[in-house]
């Protein structure tokens, strides 16, 4: 029973989106089914509940050629889960979404400034251990990306090498150049730890990158460190 109960969620879910976007879909095809309503209840954790769709109105489970079929949406709403149909792809979405496929941001090229390294060169010490980063970047001066508000944000890791002899806090700040708005700023020392690298950059078209360091005062100096960031990856705003 377990095993009908599991597969007819998952064949109950393609039947009952399919209904709900076929005319959205080049290849659906109709096919007819016998099926039987039987009372068939429903008791999510140990509750009762009526499965009910996106209005409101009740729907009815039923079986078919032996295999219970459960209205999905109804059915995860009750467990606490969202249902996303996204009908470009014909794919059904439960719970969280599947990450977007991230873009590497050496792919990038500046209008200004240091370019992204991604070969073997960008190997470099850190704590006595040699890292091997899918890219990475010096932000010695002032670097500009054009990324035309395609991008929700930008992720990575600053860290400030082994080789880098003095003992100021390296930084670096992250501002979108059309309206001077400081999105981010990330700060480093040598022989500490990577720290996290994560930007907003929705409705952002140009991205200024700038390195320098922090004053006695706390404040961001604009000027030459010796920081990297690595392992930079853009993620796409996905288009519905």
């Avoid at 969620?9 to 096919?31: E, F, N, W």
């Avoid at 150049?177 to 020392?189: F, R």
């Amino acid at each position: 029973m377990k095993k009908d109960f599991v597969k007819g969620i998952a064949v109950g879910c393609a039947l009952s989106m399919a209904i709900g976007g076929a005319s959205a879909l080049a290849d659906t095809y109709r096919k007819f089914l016998e099926v039987a309503y039987t009372d068939i209840k429903v008791v999510v954790n140990g509750k009762p509940t009526t499965p009910r769709d996106s209005d409101g109105t009740p729907v009815k489970p039923f079986i078919s050629s032996g295999t219970t079929y459960l209205p999905v949406r109804s059915i995860s709403n009750a467990l606490g889960q969202n249902v996303d149909w996204d009908s470009d792809t014909s794919t059904i979405y439960i719970g969280d979404k599947l990450e977007t496929d991230k873009v590497n941001m050496a792919k990038i090229e500046p209008v200004e400034g240091t370019h992204i390294l991604n070969d073997s060169s960008a190997k470099f010490p850190l704590r006595q251990v040699t890292i091997v980063p899918d890219n990475r970047f010096a932000p010695y001066s002032s670097t500009l990306f054009i990324l035309d508000g395609k991008y929700s944000s930008l992720e990575g890791l600053f860290a400030v090498p082994d080789r880098d002899n003095d003992d100021d806090i390296n930084a670096v700040q992250f501002i979108n150049e059309d309206t001077d708005e400081v999105l981010a700023t990330v700060s480093n020392k040598r022989l500490e730890k990577a720290v996290d690298v994560k930007v907003n950059l929705i409705g952002v078209d140009k991205l200024r990158v700038k390195a320098g360091r922090i004053s006695d005062d706390n404040n961001f100096e604009f000027g030459y460190n010796g920081g990297y960031l690595y392992n930079l990856y853009l993620t796409p705003i996905t288009q519905k």
